[in-house]
């Protein structure tokens, strides 16, 4: 069975400070995504990773993914209140299916 | 009209009623999901529906019992519920069911079972 951890499950931070969350597996990947959920709200993807070493940025949230495909990293810099939310990685196995391996999530909350 | 639309958004029943959650995508896309959503646990895969079919069902006990009248439409019949069945249950669609999708993800319905 694949699983996802992601660490730390929940963070919380002063305006302007940076922060990493974890993405970790023993397996494969043939991509990851990163969703975001605020409160009340489902998931909305932020972006997707499928190359080994790959490094996307979206404003001041930079993804990687690990050289292996078993791994990715969200690293926000200079956070803003509005980062608030459940940020979930999510992953496509090695089973050739549409079915997504998610992560138990990272509480974020971002202080003022 | 938004993407990924459920309906109820907040649901109580009782352990002996029936009830169905709705969800309707507005997105042309062919698969559509239900996932349940647990405090602290990942999201649970439920059911796929790929072009009207039934592709996946995640060993999901017969008191609920979906309904895919369409692409655009998905339902969740309950009945006869346990407490341990109150979660956030989220409806996503993608353009096809396979490798690499991206899912668009409805608000929710918070079902609380007394």
């Known amino acids: 069975t694949q699983l996802l951890e992601q660490s730390p499950q929940f963070l919380s931070i002063q305006e302007g400070e940076n922060l990493t969350v974890y993405c970790n597996s023993s397996?494969?990947?043939?991509?990851l995504q990163w969703y975001r959920q605020e409160p009340g709200e489902g998931p909305v993807l932020l972006v997707t990773?499928?190359?080994?070493?790959e490094v996307k940025k979206l404003k001041r949230l930079t993804f990687q993914f690990g050289d292996a495909r078993k791994d990715s990293s969200l690293h926000i810099t200079a956070a803003q209140p509005g980062d608030t939310g459940l940020y979930l990685c999510?992953?496509?196995?090695?089973?050739?299916?549409?079915?997504?391996?998610f992560g138990q999530g990272t509480t974020l909350q971002v202080k003022p | 009209e938004t993407g990924v639309t459920q309906t109820p958004r907040h649901l109580v029943m009782g352990m002996t009623n029936k009830k169905s959650l709705k969800c309707e995508q507005h997105?042309?896309?062919?698969?559509m999901y239900w996932y349940k959503q647990s405090a602290k646990k990942p999201l649970e895969l439920m059911f796929v529906y790929n072009f009207k079919e039934q592709t996946e069902n995640n060993s999901v006990p017969s008191r609920f019992s979906p309904e895919c009248p369409n692409s655009s439409h998905l339902f969740l019949h309950l009945h006869t519920l346990q407490p341990e069945d109150s979660a956030l249950y989220l409806c996503?669609?993608?353009?096809?069911?396979?490798?690499?999708?991206?899912?668009?993800f409805g608000s929710g319905t918070q079902l609380s079972v007394l």
């Open positions: 397996s494969v990947f043939s991509s």
């Open positions: 996503a669609s993608s353009q096809v069911w396979g490798p690499d999708e991206k899912l668009f």
């Open positions: 997105l042309g896309h062919n698969a």
């Open positions: 990773v499928v190359t080994g070493g």
């Open positions: 999510a992953g496509h196995g090695s089973s050739n299916t549409g079915k997504l391996i």
